[in-house]
């Protein structure tokens, strides 16, 4: 498995490419055991937000990450793809809203979340 780094840019890229909206990556180092970062999207629809998803799962197999934890993939509100380092977050959008995941994460350290 690649650096942390190189997985991120991944993420990111294909998130991008999958036309997913308000892409924030959150530096979790030093505060969670979980993952070194989470990143939060967004899908259009229920439909988008699979979409999105099976890319991503797609090109994380294709650069070599193995199988990655997911939940919520028959539902299409909420994905998470967890691939052991990052943390993904895909959501539609009112119910990215209604969790604001962002903020519980970023409080006092807005330093932290990066918007792509």
């Known amino acids: 498995m690649s650096d942390g780094r190189t997985a991120l840019d991944l993420v990111i890229s294909s998130l991008e490419d999958s036309k997913g909206e308000d892409i924030v990556s959150i530096d979790m ?11 939060v999207v967004s899908g259009r629809s229920h ?17 070599g990450f193995g199988t990655c934890k997911v939940e ?5 509100d909420w994905v998470l793809i967890d691939t052991g380092d ?3 977050h895909i959501f539609r959008p009112e119910v ?7 903020k519980m994460w970023t409080v ?3 330093g ?3 918007v792509h």
């Open 112 to 114: 932290d979340a990066t």
């Open 72 to 76: 919520g993939l028959q539902n299409g």
């Open 47 to 63: 439909r988008h937000v699979v979409a999105v998803a099976d890319h991503l799962l797609r090109d994380l197999k294709e650069a």
């Open 86 to 88: 990052i943390i993904v």
């Open 96 to 102: 990215r809203s209604f969790y604001n995941i962002e």
């Open 29 to 39: 180092k030093g505060k969670s055991a979980l993952a070194d970062c989470m990143v």
């Open 108 to 110: 006092g350290d807005i």
